[in-house]
């Protein structure tokens, strides 16, 4: 049987743990690499890019709430990613879902749920929670906004992300290795996607998708 490689991006070192514990539980051969903050796990998908699967905490150092999944979503399309928080509520399962993730664990879960939730999206399925029932976003607003967001390029949507954080034209031309003319029609893409006027608003709209979080 082929060794699968799975990553858990997690800052709690004892969640690790008890991530760790349930993939090894499983049928078959695993590697397993650790990251305990967003940066490592960008840099563990760049250096693993037939990762079977990440689990990915939805609060991580580095980070602001939806953003990591969007950017990891964006620069690595095939991964398969597994959101996994304590914040468990049907709203936040949902957006996480509608936003590229192939299944959510609540942290209260127990091992055995955990495992299974692993095991059904290495499978191909969905994994959510047993008590979880889909339903309509409640925010007609941030409705529309994912809508739009699932209009961006994978591109588009990486320097969406990069414009979240902080980064100039010339600094996410640097990191993506083309031309500042590049981002620029990237940015007046994205920003007439999104129905915006400017990077700062696009920034803003953002934000609103992580507003029902609780950190």
Do not use: C, W
Request: glycine share 8%.
């Amino acid at each position: 049987m082929q060794e699968q490689t799975i990553i858990i991006a997690d800052d709690h070192p004892l969640f690790r743990d008890a991530l760790r514990q349930a993939v090894i539980g499983m049928d078959g051969r695993q590697a397993i690499v650790e990251a305990g903050d967003f940066a490592a796990a960008r840099r563990a998908a760049g250096a693993h890019a037939d990762a079977d699967l990440m689990l990915l905490d939805l609060a991580m150092p580095g980070v602001s709430g939806f953003s990591g999944l969007m950017a990891l979503r964006s620069e690595f399309v095939s991964l398969p990613i597994i959101i996994v928080s304590a914040t468990d509520d049907a709203t936040t399962i949902r957006r996480a879902l509608e936003l590229g993730a192939s299944g959510f664990i609540s942290k209260s879960a127990g091992i055995d749920d955990i495992r299974r939730g692993i095991q059904t999206v290495l499978a191909g399925d969905i994994a959510t929670p047993e008590n979880y029932r889909d339903g309509q976003e409640q925010d007609p607003d941030v409705a529309d906004l994912i809508h739009r967001l699932h209009t961006l390029t994978p591109q588009q949507s990486r320097v969406l992300t990069m414009l979240g954080e902080g980064l100039l034209n010339k600094q996410i031309a640097y990191e993506l290795g083309v031309s500042e003319a590049t981002i620029k029609a990237h940015v007046s893409a994205i920003l007439l996607k999104l129905d915006v006027d400017s990077r700062t608003q696009a920034v803003i709209q953002l934000g609103k998708i992580n507003m029902a979080m609780v950190a």
